[in-house]
C-alpha cells in the first residue's frame, strides 16, 4: 500500500483490504443474525457507483435469500460535498411491500440517506434498514438510525474500496486518505 496521486492530490493508505474484510465479516453476523428465518425476501439496495464493492463483499457472506436491486444517486463534486441530491437512475425494481436495506459506501452529512429514505417511504417499503461501510460521526447530524455501520472514521476524504475522487480509485483494494 503505497501512496498515490490522482488530479494532483496525494492520497496515503488509512486501511488495508484485510481490515475491510473484518470490519464486514462482523456485519454480515449481526446481519445474518437479524434476518434469519424470515419468511420474506429482502431487498439489498445498493447505492451506485461508490457501494459496489463493498455490496459484493457483503452479499458474499449473508445467509438469508435477498433480492438486490439498485439506484444511482450523486452528491460528491472532487473531494466534497455539493449538498444536493442527484437521482441518476431510479431504483431498478419495485420495493412497494418489501423490506429494504439501503447498502451504502459512506454516510457523512447524511442528506443522501435521508432523500434515500424519504424516496423509498413514499415507493411504499414496509421496513427500511440502513447499512453503510464507514461513518463519519463528527458530521452526521440527523436524527435518523443507521442500522449497521461496519466502521467510524474521521471526517477526512476517503478513496478506493468503491470510493472514488472525481470517477476514479474505486479500484483500489484498500482505503486511501487525503494527505493534507
Known amino acids: 500500500m503505497n501512496g498515490i496521486i ?9 486501511i488495508p483490504h484485510a481490515e475491510l474484510e473484518q470490519d464486514i465479516d462482523r456485519l454480515a453476523r449481526r446481519m445474518n ?10 431487498v439489498l439496495l445498493c447505492v451506485l457507483n461508490g457501494s459496489i464493492l463493498f455490496t459484493g463483499e457483503l452479499m458474499k457472506r449473508l445467509e438469508f435469500d435477498m433480492e438486490l436491486m439498485t439506484i444511482k444517486l ?19 425494481g419495485d ?10 459506501d459512506i454516510v457523512d452529512t447524511g442528506n443522501t440517506i435521508l432523500y434515500l429514505r424519504n ?10 434498514r440502513i447499512c453503510t461501510m464507514l461513518l ?3 458530521v452526521y447530524h440527523q436524527d435518523l438510525k443507521l442500522d449497521y455501520v461496519a466502521r467510524e472514521i474521521p471526517d477526512k476524504f476517503v ?22
Open 6 to 14: 490522482l488530479f494532483g492530490k496525494r492520497f496515503v493508505p488509512y
Open 74 to 92: 450523486s452528491s460528491y463534486q472532487g473531494t466534497s460535498s455539493t449538498g444536493s441530491i442527484r437521482e441518476i437512475t431510479d431504483i431498478s
Open 136 to 138: 463519519k460521526p463528527e
Open 119 to 128: 424516496k423509498l417511504i413514499e415507493e411504499g417499503a414496509s421496513d427500511i
Open 95 to 104: 420495493v412497494s411491500g418489501r423490506r429494504v436495506i439501503i447498502v451504502e
Open 33 to 42: 443474525a437479524d434476518f434469519a428465518g424470515g419468511e420474506d425476501i429482502p
Open 159 to 180: 478513496l478506493g474500496f468503491g470510493l472514488d475522487f472525481n470517477e476514479l480509485g474505486r479500484n483500489l483494494k484498500e482505503l486511501y486518505i487525503l494527505d493534507e
